[in-house]
Every structure is written in C-alpha cells, then in structure tokens.
C-alpha cells in the first residue's frame, strides 16, 4: 500500500480507504471507539470486513482487502 512507508501517518488520511474492523458484538468499546477516533478526523469509515478475530484483521489487512487500526501491541506482533 502506498501509504506503509510513510513514518506517521494522519488518521484522516485513510478517509478513502476500505476498513477492517473488529465486530460490535465481540468488542463494543474497541468498535465504538474506532468510529470515534474517524469521526473526530471528519470521516466516517467505509467498513468492509467486521471479524471477530485479530488473526482475521492481520489476513484481511495483509491481502490487501483493506485498513485496520490496532492497538500497538498487536501491530507489533505481525
């Protein structure tokens, strides 16, 4: 993806992207708060995956089929 090298990356530049977002009913707050942190940056995100699991975002992420906003100890496992 073309935005990867970059070092820091602003949220709202992911406006466009396609999501991949744990579900509502396996994590409420992780969902909401998702949503949230989006909204505050002026955009709703175009969810395309819900999961209900991280190996599951890490797949999904890693074949291209969209973003994921994880908390770091999991970006630091892949």
Known sequence: HALVRRRQL??????????VLFSRQVS????????????EHGFQPRVRHEVRHWLS????????LGVALVPQSLARSG
């Not at 602003?10 to 999501?19: G, I, S, V």
């Not at 409420?28 to 909204?39: E, F, G, N, Q, V």
Request: proline share 7%.
């Open 10 to 19: 602003p949220l709202a530049a992911l406006r466009d992207e396609a999501f």
């Open 28 to 39: 409420p707050h992780y969902h909401t708060r998702i949503l949230a942190m989006c909204d």
């Open 57 to 64: 975002v890490v797949a999904l992420v890693a074949q291209g």
